[in-house]
């Protein structure tokens, strides 16, 4: 009987205190990862360029790709700028390889900042989106789970001045599954990622008429991305428009 009451009384505990407990130690190492995330980034890579990131990986010989790809994993988690390691890749192993590392080392960063985000931290991370995303694409992302989330993932992945990083985030709070995402966001990044790094490839023939097609390809990349965007999302426009409108008419009653 006494054994049977402990045993009782254990599972009470599992079941009530115990999955609070859990949660709370989830939640918390969450935080202490976001937040070691941001520390390691101000203290030892705040300042590191492209050649950086090309010298450090071709010191580390045959084992350069899986380092650069191991950064490229787990730096933008940090905060650090995806660009700058696409530079890096680009300068250290031209277009072709650099493109096939770089795209190998984001899907592994995307799947990581999507699970921390999904179950690890989550209120804070909650709290960084809204804070950096504007409403009408908080809006959108509430209802991210179908095909219109999975287009706009595609479209986001494509726009080299929306955040990679805040996008890997923001998607682990919607509820669009977890292979679906990594499907979008592996078409999503091919094109940004042969751009970055045939920016990277070419950053040393500045003089040469291949390095300004580079730069022209980063343009036309933008400009495509938000003419798609108000063809996918027509009411995107409107919304703008709309905003501006509403602006007008409070400052004439002023």
Known sequence: KGR??????????????????KQRIEKGMGIA????????????????????????????????????????AVLPAAFFPVAVLALGGGLAFGLLWGSVYTFIGALV?????????????????SA?????????WQARLANAGGPQGFLLLILLRLIPAVPYNLINYAFGLTDISFGAYM??????????????INIGDKAQQTASPAFW???????ALCILTALLGRRLF????????????????GTKNK
Request: one cysteine or more.
């Open 4 to 21: 049977m009451g402990s045993l009782y009384w254990f599972e009470t505990m599992d079941n009530g205190w115990g999955c609070r407990l």
């Open 33 to 72: 990862l976001l937040l070691g995330f941001i520390v390691i980034n101000c203290i030892f890579f705040s300042e590191i360029s492209g050649e950086d990131i090309q010298h450090f990986v071709s010191r580390q010989g045959v084992w350069g790709p899986l380092v650069y790809m191991g950064l490229f």
């Open 109 to 125: 960063n995307c799947a990581l900042m999507f699970l921390l985000s999904r179950y690890m931290g989550r209120e804070r991370i």
């Open 128 to 136: 960084y989106v809204q804070k950096r995303l504007p409403p009408k």
């Open 183 to 196: 499907l979008a966001s592996g078409l999503g990044i091919i094109p940004g990622t042969f751009v970055f």
């Open 213 to 219: 097609i580079a730069l022209g390809l980063l343009g």
């Open 234 to 249: 027509p009411e995107t426009g409107k919304m703008d428009k709309q905003k501006g409108m509403d602006a007008s008419h």
